[in-house]
């Protein structure tokens, strides 16, 4: 199975949507990097949404609380993000459309409004990422949960931290699958659904901590 577009995104089913930055460049090297990603698709995720996030920044501290609030209310998503994890020159997102061109929008929106905020703060211009996103759909219950260890497992393949640190990367869902955090970033019940315990899930994913993308379960996962 490949990893190229062009796909038809449907609605209420489950993609693997991942990029890394043009030539392999570090995309994420701040602290204020990594947060602005994680703000950013955190409010792309919902589509009532009526500025766009730069402008939304703008606005003073007590006008953002309540529009966010108004949002959230609302809660008209055009995905859900179900597991995330950035690292230093790419990302990995599990989501599930929506609405339509859910996902293609979502996607639009969160790397160009990244894009514009890297190139102003670093002074360069064009692309930041490699091209059109890659996706793949998750086909049944075993994928879904492969590859939420998966995704949550990059920093510990890429040396980043050590196994046993895992749940104090700030850069993924694992926090928030552990319930370490209230961001309600992710909706993490479908993977979790499948495991009695948060703990039974922690431990499925650190008893495979070698996992490689080899498998047959991820055999779908790879950048071209």
């Given at each position: 199975?490949t990893?190229?577009r062009?796909?038809?995104f449907a609605?209420?089913e489950?993609?693997h949507v991942y990029n890394?930055g043009v030539e392999?460049?570090?995309?994420?090297?701040t602290?204020r990097d990594y947060?602005?990603?994680?703000?950013t698709?955190?409010y792309?995720?919902?589509i009532n949404?009526s500025?766009?996030?730069s402008?939304?920044?703008?606005?003073?501290k007590?006008?953002?609380?309540?529009y966010?609030q108004?949002?959230i209310?609302?809660?008209?998503?055009?995905?859900?993000?179900?597991?995330y994890?950035?690292?230093?020159?790419?990302?990995?997102?599990?989501?599930?459309q929506?609405?339509?061109d859910?996902?293609?929008?979502?996607v639009a929106?969160?790397?160009?409004?990244y894009t514009?905020?890297?190139n102003?703060?670093?002074?360069?211009?064009?692309?930041?990422?490699?091209g059109?996103?890659?996706a793949?759909r998750v086909e049944?219950?075993e994928q879904?949960?492969?590859?939420?260890?998966?995704?949550?497992?990059n920093?510990?393949?890429?040396f980043l931290?050590r196994?046993?640190?895992l749940?104090?990367y700030?850069?993924?869902?694992?926090?928030?699958?552990m319930?370490q955090?209230?961001?309600k970033?992710?909706?993490t019940?479908q993977?979790?659904?499948?495991f009695?315990t948060i703990e039974?899930y922690k431990q499925f994913v650190f008893?495979q901590a070698?996992?490689?993308?080899?498998?047959?379960k991820?055999k779908?996962?790879?950048?071209?």
């Open positions: 199975m990893s190229t062009p796909i038809i609605n209420h489950i993609y890394r392999k460049r570090p995309i994420f090297i602290t947060q602005r990603m994680v703000d698709f955190h792309y995720q919902y949404t500025l766009r996030f402008h939304y920044l703008l606005l003073p007590l006008d953002r609380v309540n966010m108004d949002i209310k609302k809660a008209i998503k055009g995905v859900a993000i179900l597991a994890c950035l690292m230093p020159n790419h990302f990995h997102f599990m989501i599930k929506l609405q339509e859910g996902i293609s929008h979502f929106n969160v790397t160009n409004s514009k905020y890297f102003t703060k670093n002074k360069r211009v064009g692309p930041l990422v490699q059109a996103f890659k793949v049944s219950d879904l949960i492969h590859l939420s260890r998966y995704i949550h497992l920093p510990v393949s890429a931290i196994l046993n640190k749940d104090t700030r850069w993924s869902s694992f926090m928030e699958y319930g955090n209230d961001s970033i992710c909706d019940t993977v979790r659904n499948h009695l039974r008893d070698a996992y490689t993308m080899t498998s047959e991820i779908f996962i790879s950048f071209d």
